[in-house]
């Protein structure tokens, strides 16, 4: 327990405030883990798995109405509404204090209020940040031990300073109509009531490490993205590192702990995960950027997961894991969802706990995981997990990546033409609603930088950071690359191989960062010649691969107007660089 003056007056605070019968300081050691745990069993918020297929493993099921992120109830409570921005809910804080603590008023009376002492980043690193949360859910105090470092060393660190992030979190009543997830970016802290789903109440997740440290980073010069980081070990033995930002269903999970095709397996390259969700990054000593991931597990998405999709992250499953929402295959009390094989259970229990016959149910359509069911696994489990993964330092960045999930117009890979078009680059991120079968292409939604849910403060400010940090970066500030795994052909196959093939557009964008390979200069910036993409073992023509290189300036001239529109709703705060950038961009195109 901590001495810390600041912490102890919150915490007395809180203690006020939501009357618990009694208030317990987690030290993150295995005893008190254990404790926690059968406690959890006892009163039903856990249900043990099999011991020895999962050892260590816990099934917990969220209430109906409580199942995922909600963007809608997702404030950003700035003290001035402009500082929010377009794309985030404001809400006054004169106003949300108020209403946030009547919410949580006597709401702990009968139960255990816990403090959490938490670390995002290794603790004692110059690129970490410390928080505190006080719950009353034992589901909560367990997965921060798995996604952040928790425990005496945290509140050591701390020492004296009263530089660390609040959090409040109380499940209430699990009430829709009063369920409020609030950040207040000058006071750091953050507020979450009545949900007890993980992405709303693990608050050192989204809440801490985008929406008050994207605040934080643009405060003190430094960087909170919504990217994985990755290390690429060459046959030499040399490692290069990328951040990459991808909108939802776009594959970030599955590039972070990429398996490389047989071919280069054999010469010797490697993949390392250092983060599949989140990088912090700073400028070092020598001027680059050295990025951590300030997580310490995996809060992953379940269907689709499989041995053949992602089994780096199913390995990461198989220990210490708590799954939420998951079926419960009763025979051998083991969990199950859709994608993980053909194979559903059945004998077993949907992720509402009700009987649920796995074959039958399936021929009918009914699924029995939750599409959004979610497994907390240690990233220690996780058999590409980097060496460098709880160095002090970080690791230095090569090469940025954005990505989208286009049909036509977003060739393969293009590299920017300098810092500030990279900047541009980000900030017209989109996917699009495909109709597979058809190939129809649908509905195109903008994600900057993948952070429209994510970002703490104005986004048009948040792009002028970005820019700042590329002057401040200079010559030493990484590439800045876009790809695109998800081209489709006139019937809506892809064609593009995508999963650990991804490997070879990796392979040049690296070369490209080391003045190794050439490209072609093209409207949009510099695109590979075919040729420099290694083929090696895929089966796929130089051909198609030329198709899904090729530029087409009709198409861009027809992108170049969505984004105008899209700039629209930042109105004057749009930094000039950005629309010199959009300027530039169609008089290439037009010429």
């Excluded at 700035?78 to 204090?97: F, H, I, V």
Aim: hydrophobic share 35%.
């Amino acid at each position: 327990m901590t001495t810390n003056k600041s912490v102890l007056a919150w915490v007395e605070e809180m203690k006020n405030l939501m009357q618990p019968d009694k208030v317990v300081w987690i030290d993150g050691s295995k005893e008190q883990i254990e404790e926690l745990r059968a406690e959890a069993c006892k009163i039903g918020e856990l249900i043990k798995l099999n011991e020895e297929k999962l050892p260590e493993c816990y099934l917990h099921r969220t209430a109906v109405n409580d199942v995922a992120r909600v963007e809608g109830r997702t404030f950003i409570c700035s003290r001035k509404e402009e500082d929010a921005g377009p794309t985030n809910n404001w809400m006054d804080p004169k106003k949300a204090y108020p209403m946030l603590f009547d919410i949580a008023k006597d709401s702990m009376r009968g139960k255990t209020m816990y403090v959490i002492p938490y670390s995002m980043g290794p603790v004692g690193s110059p690129l970490s940040e410390i928080g505190y949360e006080v719950t009353d859910s034992i589901y909560v105090v367990l997965n921060m031990c798995i996604m952040t470092r928790v425990g005496a060393e945290v509140d050591k660190q701390l020492g004296d300073s009263e530089d660390w992030i609040k959090g409040l979190h109380s499940r209430c009543e699990i009430n829709e109509e009063k369920r409020y997830i609030c950040h207040f970016p000058e006071d750091n802290y953050i507020i979450s009531v009545n949900s007890g789903y993980g992405g709303n109440v693990l608050l050192g997740k989204k809440c801490f490490a985008l929406r008050i440290a994207s605040y934080l980073g643009k405060n003190h010069q430094w960087m909170a993205e919504h990217m994985l980081i990755l290390g690429i070990e060459n046959p030499k033995g040399e490692v290069k590192y990328i951040t990459a930002a991808f909108p939802s269903a776009c594959g970030k999970t599955n590039l972070a702990m990429l398996i490389p095709p047989e071919g280069y397996r054999k010469n010797g390259y490697k993949v390392w995960t250092v983060g599949d969700d989140i990088a912090w990054m700073r400028i070092g000593k020598d001027g680059r950027l050295y990025a951590i991931n300030p997580e310490n597990g995996f809060f992953g998405v379940a269907p689709g997961t499989n041995k053949k999709s992602n089994p780096n992250a199913l390995a990461s499953t198989q220990k210490g894991t708590i799954f939420t929402n998951v079926v419960q295959n009763l025979d051998d009390n083991t969990v199950w969802w859709e994608g993980l094989d053909k194979n559903p259970p059945a004998h077993a229990l949907n992720w509402k706990g009700e009987p649920w016959n796995g074959p039958e149910e399936t021929a009918k359509g009914n699924k029995g995981a939750h599409p959004n069911s979610r497994f907390t696994a240690p990233a220690k489990n996780c058999p590409c997990i980097s060496p460098m993964f709880d160095d002090t330092t970080g690791v230095p960045i090569s090469a940025i990546i954005f990505g989208g999930r286009r049909a036509q117009t977003t060739p393969l890979v293009y590299q920017s033409r300098d810092w500030d078009n990279g900047v541009f680059v980000g900030s017209i991120m989109a996917s699009e609603t495909t109709a597979a079968a058809t190939g129809a292409v649908g509905v195109v939604r903008r994600d900057p930088m993948a952070m429209l849910p994510f970002c703490g403060y104005h986004m048009a400010d948040y792009f002028a950071h970005w820019i700042e940090m590329g002057k401040l970066l200079g010559d030493k500030a990484p590439k800045i690359f876009n790809v695109n795994w998800f081209r489709l052909d006139d019937e809506g196959n892809f064609l593009w191989p995508g999963f650990g093939d991804n490997f070879r557009v990796l392979e040049w964008i690296l070369a490209r960062c080391e003045g190794k390979a050439d490209a072609l200069e093209t409207a949009i910036g510099y695109v590979p010649h075919a040729d420099d993409i290694n083929l090696e073992g895929l089966d796929i023509d130089k051909e198609v691969l030329e198709s899904i290189l090729y530029v087409d300036n009709e198409k861009w001239l027809k992108e170049a107007e969505g984004i105008e529109e899209f700039y629209k709703k930042f109105g004057n705060k749009l930094p000039e660089k950005l629309r010199e950038e959009l300027k530039s961009l169609k008089e290439r195109l037009s010429k």
